[in-house]
């Protein structure tokens, strides 16, 4: 029987935001007969044979009737339930076309893709957001870290809720809890930290393919929304081919490559592998994001042509410069260029009071407020250290002392612009979203 998930309450109505933890906390989930299979490849008639099995069974029959009318984005209950795999894909595309195929996009990034920094993101052109990694043991099992971790509003669409995990129970108890506010439920197979080998997630579940496919399965027969995976490439080519077929056979339904492997940690000293994304693109029928070399609307231009890829997403140069889907460049990145680029009417001081603002309307941890001030400024700050230091003695911060600041900063005299070409000034208008038309 379809699950009765409640309505989540607003936190304010001047905020219009959602919290998933106390009103998901009570609710009991109606459980729901699943299948879990270990190969690691299926052949067509293999997969053929699969589906024949998953249709044959009463409950599931039962339960597609049911969903007939379901109003989901998806439909009949997910990607794999009785189809074959061209219709998964078809349905993949018409889920993707429906959000409007957004190719601007928020990567994942622990403490830093939260609500507000989303929220500013999208202000300044991007297109649809990842929250960060959650952990999905811990989601289920602490409200605390539900409530801070996951919040969002109703313009915080499309949107992707990411998990690690290593237990297909376990994943399908936090995914639920999160299905009815977002359009993915995404799977983290690509974090090269040294907590995720200890944690057993992420990008060392290539070494257990096996599981890796159980992990999709497991939510795309039980899911209303669809799932989406996002991994690093293999050393060998051929590995991150079969690997990526695995995934869409499982049920995945986009999938997002990092063109750098599980050892390239250092984005600044190794280059993202285009031409492996290219070659996965090229291999799968779903759509494909492309994660790497991403600093500027250049890149995106050249990284779209150059693999194929149906979006970009971006982690590291958002931190510093949030309105780079708007065409704004930091100084650095201006280095070399053709010299048609000019001083914009935005900096880096703009960029953080607009986030101040979003964090005011949407609290999170002032953890994640202290690391974004500093990602954002730092360029000032290494001209005014001291302003630096007054920051880090703040044992307890203060939405005042942040504006206070910021003031500070700007009465030195010295600005540190963003700058753009000719054809992207003016692209964001001073009170609403950026245009889409980037």
Known sequence: MKSKIPSIPLLSSRSSCFTTLKSLMASSLTETLTLTVTQTHHSNSQQDDLDDVLC????????????????????????????????????????????????????????????????LCRKYGAEAAYTPMLHSRIFTENEKYR??????????????????????????????????????????????????????????????????????????????????????????????????????????????????????????????????????????????????????MDDVQDCLEKTGADGVLSAESLLENP?????????????????????????????????LKFCERYPVPWRMIRSHVHKMVGDWFRVHPDVREDLNSQSKLTFEFLYNMVDQLRERGIRIPLYVKDTHEERVPADGLASRNV
Not at 200 to 213: C, I, Q, R, S, T
Not at 333 to 343: A, I, M, P
């Open 147 to 296: 409530s801070q971790e996951f919040t969002t509003c109703t313009e915080d669409r499309p949107l992707f809720v990411q998990f690690c995990a290593n237990d297909p129970e376990i994943l399908l108890e936090a995914a639920r809890r999160v299905e009815p506010f977002c359009d993915y439920v995404d799977i983290n197979f690509g974090c090269p930290q040294r907590i995720a080998r200890r944690g057993y997630y992420g990008a060392f579940l290539m070494d257990n393919l096996p599981l890796v496919k159980s992990l999709v399965q497991k939510l795309a027969l039980n899911l209303h929304v669809p799932v989406s995976c996002k991994i690093r490439v293999f050393p060998d080519l051929q590995d991150t081919i079969n690997y990526a077929r695995m995934l869409e056979d499982a049920g995945c339904s986009l999938l997002a490559v990092h063109g750098r492997t599980r050892d390239e940690k250092d984005g600044k000293k190794f280059r993202a592998d285009w031409e492996a994304i290219r070659a996965v693109k090229n291999a799968v029928g779903i759509p494909v994001l492309a994660n790497g070399n991403i600093r500027h």
């Open 323 to 355: 309105a780079l889907f708007a065409g704004y460049r930091a100084a650095e990145s201006v280095v070399g260029s053709e010299g048609n680029d000019k001083e914009g009417k935005l900096d880096q001081t703009d960029l953080l009071v607009d986030y």
């Open 56 to 119: 044959s069974d009463r409950q599931l029959q039962e339960q597609r009737e049911e969903s007939a009318s379901d109003t989901s984005p998806f439909g009949l209950g997910s990607p794999s339930r009785c189809l074959a795999g061209e219709s998964r894909v078809e349905r993949a595309w018409a889920h993707w076309a429906k959000l409007g195929q957004p190719k601007l996009i928020v990567a994942p990034m622990v403490d830093n893709s939260e609500l507000p920094f989303r929220m």
